[in-house]
């Protein structure tokens, strides 16, 4: 019996082996790039979460500059995956068309976290890794450009006074549109452009919806954040971020050997104000009485609103040295014309107690309860010597004194 062999002659398919298994592990390349994508979010939403009161009223640099490099470090990540995958800048296909597209988001996502700065350090990595890894600089240039007109969308977008929603639709849109004609001109077939176009839309509805999720609770946390640690009315600290800086000082206290001075304020017949000129003329002086406040306290020490007209200062120096400053914002106070509501004009004055303190008086938050409790009293020493004056502490005056503060 005869054995028979068939031969199959198949042609031989010289098929670059990266190129085969980034084809056959195109759909691994694509959650490679959300995952990295979903990576920027989680870090925008952490870093607007923990920065969001720096962020927004007094927006340091170099947080935007370390949120760009990180948004930066990321997208360098998805232009090596990109690189594997473009093997001829000529014929462009849908794989290497959708690897480049994606990267466009870390720069909206990087402009929407922290603005220009943040926008231009992504951008700058992503065209250094580009020159870096890729050996036709020609394709470097032309998508670098590509993106630099992305990051001029996008921010003139962002600018724009339109809904959020459109505004994500206008810059979405308007990109990948520019990187279609890029493609075409590519020589990237009409079926290919069309799935690509798609799969683009595709991933801007749903990254504007992860986005509008994240920075919809982001605000809502600043908000109540806001609420829950600020005065509404004058916008310095609350009674509750008071306590809560006063716990921080306390362990700081235990490790500096300086001098620290605790200063009550009370605006002095406050009620005459609100009865004659009414409550919003009473808002209005509380108001301009803060920012004179805020203009001679130093950033890194105390200012908070106790309550009512009363707010509290603790400075980072010794008796002397704030009892001058008392008495310079009593008298810039003094020499304050407040403009009312009601288009009427006034003077106010205001007194002030202090109390001084260190580390060899302060060990626990109750010894400094009871520092704010002598700066009360000297307080209350001011008012009975006929007010718009300040007063020192010195032990045995108001004995036995001590208005309600509020402390647990």
């Not at 009363?310 to 020499?335: D, M, P, Y």
Request: some cysteine; glycine content about 6%.
């Amino acid at each position: 019996m005869k054995s028979v062999v068939y031969v199959f002659d198949f042609p031989i398919v010289d098929i670059d082996p990266v190129r085969k298994f980034i084809l056959v592990n195109s759909a691994s390349i694509v959650l490679n790039f959300i995952s990295l994508l979903a990576a920027f979010i989680v870090t925008y939403s952490l870093f607007f979460k923990k920065l969001s009161m720096v962020y927004i009223e007094r927006s340091p640099k170099r947080y935007r500059v370390l949120f760009g490099l990180i948004g930066g470090i990321l997208a360098s990540i998805t232009v090596l995956l990109s690189v594997l995958t473009i093997t001829n800048i000529d014929d462009f296909h849908f794989i290497d068309a959708l690897t480049i597209g994606l990267q466009t988001y870390f720069i909206f996502i990087s402009l929407y976290g922290g603005g220009v700065v943040s926008g231009i350090f992504t951008l700058t990595c992503i065209t250094a890794m580009r020159w870096l890894v890729d050996p036709s600089v020609r394709m470097a240039e032309e998508l670098n450009c590509i993106d630099l007109i992305a990051f001029a969308i996008t921010w003139i977008g962002l600018r724009l006074d339109l809904e959020r929603h459109w505004r994500w639709a206008l810059i979405s849109t308007t990109t990948i549109l520019l990187q279609s004609g890029f493609f075409i001109m590519k020589g990237m077939d009409l079926g290919e452009l069309l799935l690509y176009i798609g799969s683009m839309l595709v991933v801007a509805v749903v990254m504007y919806f992860i986005m509008h999720y994240v920075i919809q609770s982001l605000e809502m946390y600043v908000y109540f954040q806001r609420n829950a640690m600020q005065d509404f009315l004058t916008k310095l600290d609350n009674l509750r971020s008071l306590h809560l800086k006063i716990t921080r000082l306390v362990k700081r206290m235990q490790d500096t050997n300086r001098d620290y001075t605790v200063m009550i304020a009370d605006i002095d017949y406050f009620k005459s104000i609100n009865d004659t000129y009414g409550h919003a003329a009473g808002d209005e002086v509380l108001r301009q009485f803060s920012k004179l406040l805020s203009e001679y306290c130093p950033k890194k020490d105390i200012l908070a609103r106790m309550g009512g007209e009363e707010f509290c200062l603790i400075l980072s120096s010794g008796i002397e040295k704030s009892e001058k400053i008392a008495n310079q914002i009593r008298e810039a106070v003094a020499g304050h014309l407040c403009t009312l509501p009601t288009q009427q004009s006034a003077f106010i004055t205001v007194s002030f107690g202090l109390a001084g303190c260190n580390r060899d008086r302060v060990h626990t938050v109750n010894d400094m309860h009871k520092v704010m409790d002598e700066a009360d009293q000297a307080l209350y020493a001011a008012k009975t010597a006929g007010r718009n004056r300040v007063s020192v502490y010195q032990a045995g005056d108001s004995a036995g004194h001590s208005r309600r503060l509020g402390w647990n």
